[in-house]
């Protein structure tokens, strides 16, 4: 019976100190051996930085941008929003509107989830 090639495992993680720790943990897990640089594997653990999120402070919602994203964070669409807080579904639009510019997101859950990352809203 032969043996089984051995899974060939790419790490690619930014924080140096990171990357030893998981490369001296791999390196002794049998079945697995770790790729040369450039060398094709069977997977790749890669890990980046990620950019800093922004300040709660460094995003100016207006309050009652904070209204309509609070009511956008219970799924209300743009007609309740609207009748929620006593504007036309006109003004609501253009509320959720620049809330998406403000957050940098494509749409409105994009827009809810942005907000609870960078601590704007909590859920």
Do not use: C
């Not at 990357?19 to 790749?44: K, M, Q, T, Y």
């Not at 403000?102 to 907000?115: E, F, N, S």
Request: no cysteine.
């Amino acid at each position: 019976m032969s043996e089984a090639e051995p899974i060939v495992v790419s790490v690619e993680i930014d924080d140096p100190a990171l990357a030893d720790r998981i490369v001296a943990l791999l390196g002794s897990v049998p079945g697995l051996r770790l790729a040369a640089p450039g060398e094709a594997a069977n997977f790749a653990l890669i890990s980046r930085e990620r950019p800093k999120a922004l300040e709660p402070a460094e995003i100016e919602l207006t309050p009652r941008e904070l209204d309509v994203l609070a009511l956008l964070a219970e799924g209300a669409s743009n007609k309740a929003i609207a009748r929620q807080l006593g504007i036309s579904v006109h003004t609501a639009k253009f509320h959720v509107g620049s809330i998406l510019d403000k957050l940098d997101a494509t749409g409105r859950t994009d827009a809810v989830a942005h907000a609870a990352r960078r601590g704007v809203i909590n859920l």
